[in-house]
């Protein structure tokens, strides 16, 4: 099935610029989701990152609705007044009438208004709600199972909520209310139901049958038309669930989704086309000079080296400065995020850096989160050894350099001979042979509680990656997310991602993709597929992905073993770049960061709101949407300066000097400023005049 253009807005040059102002003092926007202020996954970094531009747009009449969650209200959000009188008397209502509403300030950029609704509190009307579903909509939702019912809570108090502003408002008001994914869909499906004042959109982030088949191991994308959707949704006990989902989408003024990949999706899936593409973006903050990103891509590699000059204690038989840092996060999902493939490629990249004799390591790091007891003893015992050595170099160096200047002080050379010692030796031997090691180098840095049965683990033991001298590439399991106040590693994500040389991401299911999205900001090389979201976004604008480090593997029309050693090809390629080559890669990735920022993605977001009040209330707002032609849109050319791999190098060798590279012709102004040519500048949000009619401009 071809991957069409089908949307109105696909690319950014697609949209149109809007020059004239527009006064949203009489619109509301309502946001609505359940990670608001509440970090369960990747919208959470949606809603997150967005909120600033979101705030610049509409101001003090932007409102985010979430679930009051205790726990991160705490830290997060700082609870005052609404200073809008028609929402504190909405909210004095709600709250006498047996519900708890909660109002603040989300701690985070661009300090949004929140709206949290607890959901426990009103417990007590769950039965009385189903049945309201049931005779309303036709869904019954089963007693066991609780994120359904935590669904069905939310989306009335939510509908409650919008309803009930509407009443308090002393003139009608133009409300525009965006639900994402299936959790907040309810509350848009009641509003419908209802026939409130209120524009609305759905933005579904990934369906949830897809997720469901994708985890099933089955040729999901080439039989996308073949599916008995609610056969399917039936026997993986979902139905309810499938049916909140399409209703909400069938609801909706304006029907969005994340990726390209996912509307074709959920065309198939859902039934409707989406309307508008919604990619999600980032907030990019740019350094002053380029050379400062590099210096931090340094320090963190430093740290990580120090962690594995501690985990290969004993074993320490390589080159760190000829060392590959690359690295698999996310959720753990074994299949879908493509760890099966990746470690099928390292196997296979072990036996070719093995026959070439390369003097070049591949450490892989899988950051996985599982169900672990502890750390393992052993990994903790290298950092402690690694610390003691550390220690001991420490104080025979101070002794040393304190012989040094006596003898200096009375105007003699040092006798070498005499600077160090017999204690000195004693200690210095004693560190060497604590750094003696019976066992191998662990393959994962915690204590699994189903270690017979990992994925990640059972498939170690089957390729037989385990960390031994022979291997080139060695494995590193940690089931845990990071954090700088880890004993074993201690570095946050940003950090640890800026140390590493490449993300790996060979996704069978990925909708969007904010892992190699943060890469990319980061200057970080990543390896994407054309099944995930970002991976296509990235193949519509660059002419030449892998020459600005993005790597897209083909897992759409390719089998898995010929996906298997693509990927395989595409790791060997990037192991025989030189240093330099590397850094001038990690130049060019950095400076697709401005693609990735919401100044640029929120357009979308701004055009699907305009879509939906046009159609809510078309006597009033106004939107007519231009299909872009297929000529549109802008492309980053191909560098035509210094290659990005060997594979393209006019060398006949990979293992070429130093000196030969110095020769080879690359100007990063030059290159940095043509690739500024083909981006448009940021989009920044126009200043509101309060006198100004409320409308939106027209296109030509």
Known sequence: MPLARSLSVTS???????????????????????????????????????????????????????????????????????????????????????????????????SPYVILLDVGFTAWSLDRWKSELWENCSIGVPWFDREANDAILFGFLTAWLLGE??????????????????????????????????????TTHATLLGRYLCAGNVDFYNNLAEFNVDKEAGDRQIYHRYCLERAAVRCAHVFTTVSQITAIEAEHLL??????????????????????????????????????????????????????????????????KGAD??????????????????????????????????????????????KQLWDTAQTVKERFGKKLYESLLVGQLPDVSK??????????????????????????????????????????????????????????????????????????????VRGCHLGVFPSYYEPWGYTPAECTVMGIPSISTNLSGFGCFMEEHIADPSAYGIYILDRRYRGVDESCNQLTSFLFQFCQQSRRQRIIQRNRTERL???????????????????ALAKAFPDTFIYEPQEPTSATGFRYPRPASVPPSPA???????????????????????????DRVNIRQPFNMPNRNKNQTVSLPEKN
């Open 12 to 110: 950014l040059s697609g949209l149109e610029e809007w020059d004239e102002e527009f006064d949203r003092e009489d619109a509301v926007l309502f946001e609505i989701a359940w990670e608001v202020a509440n970090k369960v996954g990747g919208i959470y970094t949606v809603i997150q990152t967005k909120a600033r531009l979101t705030c610049e747009e509409w101001g003090e009449n932007y409102f985010l609705v979430g679930p009051y969650m205790e726990s991160s209200v705490r830290t997060q959000v700082e609870l005052i007044e609404p200073c809008n009188a028609a929402l504190r008397r909405t909210i004095d209502k709600m709250n006498s009438s047996g519900c708890k509403v909660y109002f603040g300030r989300w701690l985070i950029e661009g």
């Open 419 to 496: 600077m160090l010692d017999k204690e000195d030796f004693t200690m210095m031997k004693r560190a060497i042979f604590a750094t003696q090691r019976q066992c191998l180098p662990p393959v994962c840095s915690h204590n699994m509680l189903e270690d017979s049965s990992d994925p990640i683990l059972n498939c170690i033991r089957r390729i037989g990656l385990f960390n031994t001298a022979q291997d080139r590439v060695k494995v590193i399991f940690h089931p845990e997310f990071l954090s700088s106040t880890s004993p074993l590693l201690p570095m946050d994500y940003e950090e640890f």
């Open 271 to 336: 039934k409707r086309k989406p309307d508008i593409v919604t990619p999600n973006g980032l907030n990019v903050k740019k350094f002053s000079a380029m050379h400062e990103f590099q210096n931090l891509h340094a320090q963190s590699k430093a740290r990580i080296q120090e962690f594995v000059r501690g985990h290969f204690y004993g074993h320490l038989d390589f080159n760190l400065d000829k060392t590959v840092f690359l690295f698999i996060a996310g959720r753990y999902e074994f299949s879908n």
């Open 165 to 202: 502003y509407a009443a308090q408002c002393d003139e009608p008001p133009h409300i525009a209310a965006h639900f994402h994914e299936w959790l907040a869909g309810l509350g848009l499906v009641l509003c419908r139901q209802r026939q409130l004042p209120v524009a609305t959109i759905f």
């Open 593 to 611: 960061s401005d693609l990735l920022d919401w100044r640029y993605l929120g357009r979308y977001y701004i055009s699907a709101r305009h879509m």
């Open 341 to 386: 493939i990746f470690l099928e490629a390292l196997a296979r990249l072990n036996y070719l850096l093995r026959v070439n004799h390369s003097d070049v390591t591949i450490i892989a790091f899988f950051i996985m989160p599982a169900r672990t007891n502890n750390f393992n003893v052993e990994t903790l015992k290298g950092q402690a050894v690694r």
């Open 648 to 674: 393209h190098s006019l060398h006949s060798s990979p293992h070429h000097s130093e000196a030969e590279d110095e020769e080879e012709p690359y100007d990063e102004d030059l290159e940095a400023e043509k």
